[in-house]
């Protein structure tokens, strides 16, 4: 279908965009790649009468070094988040996770910030954002705001995005030397998850140090499995804390049935990708 006419504005500043969100409001939508909104907008699910291009606003690409942690603007797009040297050494799950998104073609032209924003459990992006504590940078009306990983993602489709408010950016704290794997279960290539899981460690001498786990598409938010990594750290790393700290990977899970699978197929597939996921970023 073709989408309901509407008009364009294409900003080249935040504070245009905020100028044209505040004298638009509610008849506005943002589109930043358009991977998930053209959808949307072809099928007429939403028919905004302004659609506000974040495209030409330069100062919300490309990543950033900022000391103890790296900004990655909201307009990166996925291929550069992948590829990005920055995110290699200080955010390898980021990376590892960016690089399963869909197909070529959408990772050229969606974005970092379009995907959190967007918000769908089973996206890709917000499981390793979570795991690694990363802040969310939101401008609005009244100045900056930043929000940590637990506040922002709200619900299905819902963040602490507000309609006057655009998501710029997403600091992450740098893990650096941490081994990461992102395992994802898809039943098409190219799409996104059943159930992934997201494992990043810090080993030294055989002792796993710091563990940070994320699921995805294991409930209406990503998930972090806050005890299989309480299981993990202060253990050798041998496989059978790796299999009994992966058996506790859906406590406190609540993940959806659908045409995919049911949700106790997916308690029992989270265990299983857990394990994989902490033995390939052990380097197994
Ligand atoms: C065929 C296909 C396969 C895909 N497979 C996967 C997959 O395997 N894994 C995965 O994670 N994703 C997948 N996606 C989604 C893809 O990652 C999109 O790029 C992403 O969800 C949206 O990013 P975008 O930049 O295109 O945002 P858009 O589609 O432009 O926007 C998405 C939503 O976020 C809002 N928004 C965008 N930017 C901002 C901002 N800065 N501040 C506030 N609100 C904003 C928009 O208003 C809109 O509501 C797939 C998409 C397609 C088409």
């Known amino acids: 279908m073709i989408p309901a006419s509407f008009d364009y504005v294409a900003p080249t500043t935040v504070e245009e965009a905020l100028a044209a969100l505040a004298q638009y409001g509610d008849e506005a939508k943002i589109i930043a790649g358009g991977q998930s909104l053209l959808p949307v907008l072809r099928m007429r699910l939403n028919a905004p009468e302004w659609v506000i291009d974040l495209g030409r606003i330069d100062s919300l690409k490309g990543v950033r070094d900022e000391g103890d942690s790296i900004l990655v603007g909201a307009m990166t797009r996925h291929c550069d988040v992948a590829t990005d040297p920055l995110v290699a050494e200080h955010a390898a799950l980021v990376a590892r996770a960016t690089a399963t998104v869909a197909d070529e073609q ?115 938010t990503p998930l972090r499995a806050a005890g299989v990594e309480q299981a993990l750290v202060g253990q050798h790393a041998t496989e059978e804390v790796v299999r009994s ?40």
Request: proline share 5%.
């Open 106 to 220: 959408v990772r050229h032209r969606g974005t970092f910030g379009g995907a959190l924003a967007h918000a769908d459990p089973a996206g890709d992006l917000g499981a390793p954002a979570l795991a690694l504590d990363a802040e969310f940078v939101i401008a609005g009306p009244a100045g900056e705001r930043v929000v940590p990983g637990a506040e922002f993602f709200q619900g299905l489709f819902e963040t602490a995005v507000s309609e006057d408010e655009l998501l710029i950016g997403v600091r992450i704290p740098k893990h650096t030397g941490w081994t990461a794997h992102y395992e994802k279960f898809v039943r098409v290539a190219h799409q996104w998850p059943i159930c992934a899981v997201g494992a990043t460690l810090k080993v030294s001498g055989g002792v796993i140090e710091g563990a940070a786990i994320g699921l995805t598409n294991m409930g209406s």
């Open 245 to 284: 700290a992966a058996a506790l990977a859906a406590d406190g899970a609540d993940p959806p049935s659908d045409l995919n699978g049911d949700a106790d197929y997916r308690r029992h597939l989270v265990t299983v990708l857990t394990r994989r996921a902490i033995t390939k970023a052990l380097g197994g």
